[in-house]
């Protein structure tokens, strides 16, 4: 017997990603960026931070996006100033990844806009309980 969809796993949970990617989309129009522009943004500030400079695959991987689809957004932020792609002197068909000085500015700031976002989205569950829930959801174990 079918499950009505308020009884359905997967129809609650693309209803919260919906509103959830609303609440990100809102937290960070003020910031001139889209959702998709911040994890990659995020991503190389964060690797950048720890002494990597990752080139488009890795930070695909990194940020679990489509390497194509990476390329494009890349343009986009290097058009906007917020990272430079650099000759990888290792493979020179490689480019590596580096935030600039506006870029910098701009990471921290954005991903605390999305935290707040994140916070208020999540605060009816305890926070262990969702990462605990949706670790086990994006990981699972083979």
Known sequence: M???PGDSPGFLLWHATL???RDIATALAPLDLTHVQFVLLACTWWLNTRGEHPNQ???ARQAGTDVKMTSQVLRTLEHKGLIEREVDPADTRAKR???TDNGADLAPRAIAAVERADARFFQPVPLDDAVALLGRLAHPKT
Do not use: E, H, N
């Open 57 to 59: 695959l890795a930070l």
């Open 2 to 4: 079918p499950l009505s």
């Open 97 to 99: 990844l580096r935030v």
């Open 19 to 21: 509103r959830w990617q």
